[in-house]
């Protein structure tokens, strides 16, 4: 069936570093995706979207890239902090009469002081 | 403005119990949404509620069920709880039924034994 995923479970970098999570995505017809942040016993929390009608998107340190030609997304993580350790998930709106979102099974990123 | 609140924190119930779990959604948001996360996985959509009405559903089975009250709040109940429901249920709320940000809360964390 229609799924979101991810490349790699684990990504450890050192502090400072720039990070790139990558998320790989089936449903064509998908129109919004949004990535978030999950630390360790906590809810999801919101780090940035991206509309299926734009292909960059930059927020503080963050930036998402979507190439739909191959149905990838990344997430751009820039001068990596500790603070950043957690696990990342992309997520789609699935496209249709009523909003949810179909998570993908995440990334863990481990940053070193 | 108050965030997504989710109570108890932690419950342990018993095969064959039912539970029920709550959420308060964020001030002014009439839409909830559920989630189950299993350990080491991404969340997975349960259900939704939108004024009170279910707005959808995921692939899980009628002892799942729901409700939502005139203030929003949302309450979940499993019932003939198995081994296989422990896990991390999160509750999302969102302005509108049509997908704009879900804020999620911290979670209820539920063993069953």
Known sequence: GESVGLH???LSVQ???NSIINCAYSNSASDYFIWYKQESGKGPQFIIDIRSNMDKRQGQRVTVLLNKTVKHLSLQIAATQPGDSAVYFCAEKTPSGYSTLTF???????VSP | ETGVTQSPTHLIKTRGQQVTL???SQSGHNTVSWYQQALGQGPQFIFQYYREEENGRGNFPPRFSGLQ??????EL???ALELDDSALYLCASS???MGNEQYFGPGTRLTVT
């Open chain 1, 104 to 110: 993908g099974k995440g990334t863990m990123l481990l």
């Open chain 1, 8 to 10: 790699l479970p684990t």
């Open chain 2, 22 to 24: 709550r959420c308060s």
């Open chain 2, 95 to 97: 302005l509108g039924g």
């Open chain 1, 15 to 17: 502090e400072g570093d």
């Open chain 2, 77 to 79: 109940n499993v019932n």
């Open chain 2, 69 to 74: 009250f005139p203030n929003y709040s949302s």
